[in-house]
Structure formats: structure tokens, C-alpha cells
């Protein structure tokens, strides 16, 4: 009998390395998952910025398109980050990171510097570069994320030590220290909140992880009770509408929408809450016209979208080929998943109000293009972590005996890798 013809999946796989050179990655071999998800939550987020925003910016500028405009101009630039980070290997980062956090140090002091910085609502952080303006505080928890997994990977075990624990909170304070000067308590936390999921990560005790916990617990009480504006958002958190139309204005604008929305909505661009009833429309509180327009089915929707995005991040990270990768790809998703919750918890009245955009959809365009180029990144270790997985089941295979795949999706094809 003749001899079975076998899938000669192993020279195909070192073709692939050579061809990619262990620097870049095809697109193809990014997770479709996520990318569909991605790309759903940006498309949905510029039509409900355009739905949001056109009466403020006819009022204000004569053209109900300026935001729309502004928000794609960003949107365009963080695509362009996500195609070059998704194909760069994420190793590269681990080099960079050291000069990327002094880079980050020096625009955070700069931006603070009167006639450098630019300041709005009694905030001074962002730099203005003609119709563009930089926040680098959105930019900063990137940055962050980046530098922070690269130095719990060169720790290790020292990282269970309370020498390295306390030399890594006094990193995130001085960091933390330097975005508190702008006036952003919201990228504060975000910053806060993923750091201490890295050090989770990273394998810290649990003695030390309780006790920075409480420490920023207690040091996130007094930054809000020390000074008045924050103090009087957590007691106006409690009881919303006692004061209608002075602090709990914005809050009750929001459960107004909510209210108004329904099930299914009162039709999209058929808000009345944008027309400046609700503050911030189509910033932080966007999401309330989203409940007002889309009512239930939406908002849940939205909620669902970024709950499959938490699942494939996580996915990315338990399948990343090494600690780093694994720290980035956790982190990440940490990032956006607690920006999300923050976001949603607030103007829906869960937690009290902090000023922070909710990822892919707030107009914001440092922020979007930070939070895409974040999301080239995940898709960068999910690629990789897939690529790992082939080869080591083509290896199997082939010790196997009978050189066929043991796994459906484990062959070299366009289906190479399962989503």
C-alpha cells in the first residue's frame, strides 16, 4: 500500500519564522474576536459622539460636524498605532520602556509650565499643537502599563519581597503625584487600579497586596476630603437630587436620560439631554445618551461588547509566551476594563462622578488613539501566544506517529489558530 501523505506543518511554521523574522506579524494571525469587537465599539462610539455633540457644535462653532471630525481625525491616528503595534513585536517595548517613562516624566512636568500647557476649567493638562491638543495623562497609563510590566518581569521573585514592593509603590507615587498636579484624579485611579492588578499579576504576597490597598484607599480619601469640589461630588453621590439644580445637577440630568430612554429609546439623534441639559453629552456622561437614545437594549449592548473584550484580553494573557507578555496583555485589559466600570458606574450613579471617558466611545482624541494603540499591543501577545500554540502542537503531532493534527484548528491554514 502507498504510504499516507503528511501535512508537513513543521518546514511551513519555520518558513513563517523566517518570513517574519521573529520581528513582525501578519494581521492574520490576530484574534478576529477581538478585532471585530474593536472595530464594532469605534464604529458605534463616532456615530453616538456625531449624535451627541452636533447641537453643542453648531452653537459653538457653527458646524454640527466638529466633533465628528475631531474624534475621527483621532481615530484615524490610533488605527494607524494599532496596525504598527499589532504587526511590532511586543518584545521591542520591553527595550524602549525605560527612555518612553523619562519621555512621559518630562511632559507631565512641562505640561504644568504656564504658556507651555494649555488649561481649561481650572486644569492645566494638555499641550495644544494647532487644531490638535495632548493630554499626557491619557497617554501616561499606556505608558504605565508598558514600564511597569517590564520591571515586574526583570524582578521576579523579588517581587514577593517587601523591598521590591515598596520601591514599586514608590514608582506609581511619584507618577500618580505628577498627574494629581494636572488636576486628574480620573487618570489617577485608572493608573492606580492597573498598577495594582500588575502586581497581582507579578505574584506580590497577599499580605503586602492588603496592605497597598489600604494605603490607597486611605490616600484616595484624603485626596478627595482635602479638597472641596471632590468632597462635595462624594456628598452629593449619596443623594443626588436633594440639590437638583446645583451639585447633583449633572448626576440627575443623567438618570433623567436613563429614565427617558426606556427599553428601546426615544430614536437615535432624538436625544433632548444633549441639547446642554446634560453636561459633558459627549464626553463622560455619553453614555447617558446612549440610554436615552437606545434605551436598555443599547446600554446592555455596550456592556457586552466590552465584557467579550475582557474575556479575549484575559484569554491573551493566560496564552501569552512569556511573563512579559503576559503582564502587558493583563494589564491592558485591566486598563479598559476599569476605565469601562469607572465610566459606567458613575453616570449611571453607582459610584460617584471622577471625569473619566469611556474607551472607544467618549469623544477624546489622545484618549481613543492611546486606548487603540493599547489594544495593537494585546492583539500583538494574542498573536504570538496563537503562533506558540501552533508550533507546540505541531510538535506533538509529529511525535505523535501519524502527523495528523490533534486539534481542529492547529493546522498551518488560514484557520491556523481557533478564535
Request: charged share 15%; hydrophobic share 50%.
Amino acid at each position: 500500500m502507498a504510504a499516507r501523505t503528511r501535512p508537513n506543518t513543521v518546514p511551513a511554521l519555520r518558513l513563517r519564522e523566517t518570513l517574519l523574522g521573529g520581528r513582525t506579524l501578519s494581521l492574520g494571525g490576530v484574534d478576529g474576536w477581538l478585532l471585530t469587537d474593536i472595530a464594532a465599539l469605534c464604529a458605534f462610539g463616532l456615530v453616538m459622539v456625531y449624535s451627541a455633540s452636533e447641537a453643542l457644535g453648531f452653537l459653538w462653532f457653527e458646524n454640527p460636524n466638529y466633533f465628528f471630525y475631531r474624534q475621527l481625525m483621532g481615530m484615524g491616528l490610533g488605527v494607524l498605532a494599532l496596525v504598527i503595534l499589532a504587526r511590532t513585536d511586543y518584545h521591542r517595548l520591553r527595550r524602549l520602556a525605560p527612555v518612553a517613562a523619562l519621555c512621559l516624566v518630562a511632559m507631565l512636568i512641562l505640561v504644568l509650565v504656564p504658556h507651555l500647557g494649555t488649561q481649561a476649567n481650572g486644569a492645566r493638562r494638555w499641550f495644544t499643537v494647532g487644531p490638535l491638543s495632548v493630554q499626557p495623562s491619557a497617554i501616561a497609563i499606556l505608558v504605565s502599563i508598558v514600564f511597569f510590566s517590564k520591571w515586574l518581569t526583570d524582578r521576579g521573585p523579588a517581587v514577593r519581597t517587601y523591598r521590591g514592593v515598596r520601591d514599586y509603590a514608590l514608582l506609581i507615587g511619584v507618577l500618580i503625584g505628577l498627574v494629581l498636579l494636572e488636576r486628574d484624579l480620573g487618570s489617577s485611579i485608572i493608573i492606580a487600579g492597573t498598577a495594582l492588578v500588575l502586581l497581582a499579576l507579578g505574584g506580590v504576597r497577599k499580605r503586602h497586596m492588603f496592605v497597598l490597598l489600604g494605603v490607597a484607599m486611605a490616600g484616595g480619601y484624603l485626596l478627595v476630603m482635602l479638597v472641596a469640589y471632590r468632597s462635595s461630588r462624594l456628598a452629593t453621590f449619596t443623594h443626588p437630587c436633594d440639590d437638583p439644580l446645583n451639585t447633583g445637577y449633572q448626576a440627575c440630568q443623567a438618570l433623567y436620560a436613563f429614565g427617558s430612554g426606556g427599553l428601546t429609546g426615544v430614536g437615535l439623534g432624538n436625544s433632548v439631554q444633549k441639547y446642554q441639559w446634560l453636561p459633558e453629552a459627549h464626553t463622560d456622561f455619553i453614555f447617558a445618551i446612549i440610554g436615552e437614545e437606545l434605551g436598555l437594549v443599547g446600554t446592555v449592548s455596550v456592556v457586552l461588547a466590552f465584557t467579550l473584550l475582557l474575556w479575549r484580553g484575559v484569554r491573551a494573557s493566560l496564552r501569552a509566551p512569556d511573563s512579559y507578555g503576559a503582564l502587558l496583555a493583563g494589564g491592558i485589559t485591566a486598563w479598559i476594563g476599569i476605565q469601562a466600570f469607572v465610566n459606567i458606574g458613575a453616570v449611571t450613579g453607582v459610584i460617584p462622578t471622577t471625569g473619566i471617558p469611556l474607551p472607544f466611545i467618549s469623544y477624546g482624541g489622545t484618549s481613543l488613539a492611546m486606548t487603540l494603540a493599547g489594544v495593537g499591543i494585546l492583539c500583538n501577545v494574542s498573536a504570538q501566544g496563537r503562533r506558540q500554540g501552533v508550533t507546540l502542537r505541531a510538535h506533538v503531532d509529529r511525535r505523535r506517529g501519524d502527523g495528523w493534527p490533534s486539534d481542529p484548528g492547529a493546522g498551518d491554514g488560514p484557520g491556523a489558530a481557533p478564535l
